[in-house]
C-alpha cells in the first residue's frame, strides 16, 4: 500500500548537476529516517545520504561537499541535490523510507524503483 516514487534521474556531463526527488504515499502514520542509495553495475548498493525526521543528516564521503539531502514532511518527499558530478557517480539511485506504523510492532522499511543517473566525461 505504501510506494516510494523517484523522478529527476537523466543524463549530465560531469560537472553538471541533477535534483532526485522521493514522494512516499499510502497509508503511514509517520516517516522516520530517508535515504539514498545507489547501486553501479558489479557493485553492491550503497548508502548515499541519509536525513532523521528531525533533519539530521549523514553522508558519504565520496559525496561530501557535493551532495545535499532535504524532506518535506508536510508533503512526503526527499530530495537529492547533486552538484559537481562525477562519471563515477553513475548509478541507479534508489529512495529508502523508513516507515512508523504508529502500532506496537513499529518501523518497517520501504524502497522505490529506482532511477537512473549517468555522467558522462
Known amino acids: 500500500q505504501v510506494q516510494l516514487v523517484e523522478s529527476g534521474g537523466g543524463l549530465v556531463q560531469a560537472g553538471g548537476s541533477l535534483r532526485l526527488s522521493c514522494v512516499v504515499s499510502?497509508?503511514?502514520?509517520?516517516?522516520?529516517?530517508m535515504g539514498w542509495y545507489r547501486q553501479a553495475p558489479g557493485n553492491q548498493r550503497e548508502l548515499v545520504a541519509t536525513i532523521t525526521s528531525g533533519g539530521s543528516t549523514m553522508y558519504a564521503d565520496s559525496v561530501k561537499g557535493r551532495f545535499t539531502i532535504s524532506r518535506d514532511n508536510a508533503k512526503n518527499t526527499v530530495y537529492l541535490q547533486m552538484n559537481s558530478l562525477k562519471p563515477e557517480d553513475t548509478a541507479v539511485y534508489y529512495c529508502?523510507?523508513?516507515?512508523?506504523?504508529?502500532?506496537?510492532?513499529?518501523?518497517?522499511?520501504?524502497w522505490g524503483q529506482g532511477t537512473q543517473v549517468t555522467v558522462s566525461s
Open positions: 529508502n523510507a523508513e516507515i512508523n506504523s504508529g502500532k506496537v510492532w513499529g518501523s518497517y522499511g520501504v
Open positions: 499510502g497509508s503511514i502514520f509517520s516517516i522516520n529516517a
